[in-house]
């Protein structure tokens, strides 16, 4: 990755990181210049770039998107108090609450972008993992505040067999002449991986009970189950919302001893989307929970689908639907991108397997327990601000922290000897 950093000579130590990366520099008289990494005919970039020059704007160079960025500011808080206007020792090592923050600058329409506060919530006193957003960014008076998320960690995790696989359709069209949805049959039980369809009358339907296109198209799935190991198949939960709200689905496999079964949950290890995800590629198979992931990390096949003409559940078929775009509020797999569907033939060249159509892929659904839900509480804390390409001025960023009973910040204790 290229980046430009700047150095201070005056006081001798690297200054800060610019969101741009040049080929060269020049100055001429007090005026600053660079050129862009790669310059082709009729891309629009400009060869030559004034820096500080307002008429251009800030936070884009060389009239090209690929080399700008919005800019950042990284800041940590480690709760330190001066002595004379506190009376007190620092509390870098007290355990606080971070409840709210603020930020004073000269623009009135500031916002950030997708910035994160980290704090240090676990036994590793150099390790945060405690990720929180920030809210939206209100002003008052010379300040613009917001609230630091809370606390997202699971208090538990249930996990439910729902049954044995015996076919995946994903929807194709509606045939004019029959009037009936066709699907593409995604295990087929051959090494060829050329798909098969056929219609099925019912699984998508309109108000008169009869099949219609469903208006998310090819992202509806149908997931034909052999026989259901629960009357209850979904456990009450939400269904959308963040990655720590939703039921994720995921496959697991009888072994082939025949002695219990393997889950095989999968889990994201790069960017990712449902259309073009490849295993061992943008995600890897997880195969027991001992790696302690996250929830969010753990992709799902999809969210239970329903409108108010059709319900999740349509006789041995379940009905889920895959969102077109990955982001961070959406873990979903397309079906065929996992190994052991016959369409993709295990997927990025491995081995075909065909789990499902030897009868022996399972359905399971994972759901989150309750969420926390408190303040992020630690001894020190990390900011990443993303601001977005509106011009603008930072002064000051503070955070608002309260102590807990579990304060050992220097605070002296007396101990009192009664005979």
């Known amino acids: 990755m290229k980046q430009t950093i700047s150095f201070h000579n005056t006081s001798n130590y690297w200054k800060t990181r610019y969101s741009y990366a040049p080929s060269c520099m ?18 629009g970039r400009k060869m030559i770039w004034r820096h ?15 080399h700008s960025s919005p800019s950042a500011l990284g800041v940590s808080f480690n709760g330190y108090k001066n002595n004379r206007m506190s009376g007190s020792s620092n509390s870098t090592s007290s355990n606080k609450l971070y409840k709210s923050f603020s930020i004073e600058g000269s623009n009135q329409a500031l916002s950030l972008g997708y910035s994160l506060f980290k704090v240090s919530n676990n036994s590793q006193y150099d390790v945060l993992d405690g990720t929180h957003s920030f809210t939206q ?39 004019a002449d029959t009037g009936i949805n066709r699907w593409r049959m995604l295990t087929t039980g051959s090494q060829d991986p050329l798909p098969s369809f056929t219609q099925i009358a019912g699984l998508h339907v309109d ?44 496959s697991g496999r009888v072994n082939d001893d025949g002695n219990g079964m393997q889950a095989v949950p999968y889990v994201t290890t790069d960017l990712y989307t449902p259309n073009s995800g490849e295993y ?8 027991d929970f001992g790696g ?21 559940k349509k006789g041995n078929y379940l009905m889920i639907q895959v969102r077109q775009t990955e982001d961070a509020d959406s873990q979903h797999l ?23 159509y030897n009868e022996r892929e399972v359905l399971f659904a994972m759901t989150p327990g309750s969420i926390n839900g408190a303040d992020p509480h630690g001894s020190f804390a990390d900011a990443l601000l993303v601001f977005n390409n509106a011009n603008f001025e930072i002064t000051s960023f503070n955070v608002e922290y309260e ?12 101990l009192v000897n009664k005979k």
């Open 403 to 414: 102590l807990t009973e579990y304060d050992h910040g220097g605070q002296p204790s007396t």
């Open 26 to 43: 020049m100055n001429l008289n007090k005026l600053f210049f660079t050129s862009p990494q790669e310059k082709t005919m009729y891309d």
């Open 280 to 287: 061992e590629v943008n995600f890897e198979e997880q195969l």
């Open 334 to 356: 397309r079906f065929e991108n996992t190994p052991g569907a016959s369409i993709s033939g295990g997927g990025n060249g491995n081995t075909f397997e065909d789990y499902v």
């Open 207 to 250: 108000a008169f009970g009869n099949d219609a296109v469903p208006p998310i198209g090819n992202r509806l799935y149908a997931f034909e189950i052999e026989s259901f190991m629960s009357n209850h198949p979904i456990p009450a939960t939400v269904s959308g919302g963040g990655p720590h709200q939703f039921v994720k689905f995921f």
């Open 52 to 66: 500080n020059d307002s008429s251009n704007g800030f936070n884009t160079f060389y009239n090209d998107g690929q």
């Open 137 to 175: 960014l209100n002003r008052r008076g010379n300040g613009i505040y917001g609230e630091i998320g809370k606390e997202q960690v699971l208090t538990g995790t249930n996990i439910k067999a729902i049954g044995r696989i015996r076919n995946v359709y994903k929807w194709q069209g509606l045939v």
């Open 292 to 312: 302690s992931q996250d929830y969010g990390r753990f992709l799902s096949y999809g969210d239970p689908y329903t409108n108010a003409n059709n319900s999740f």
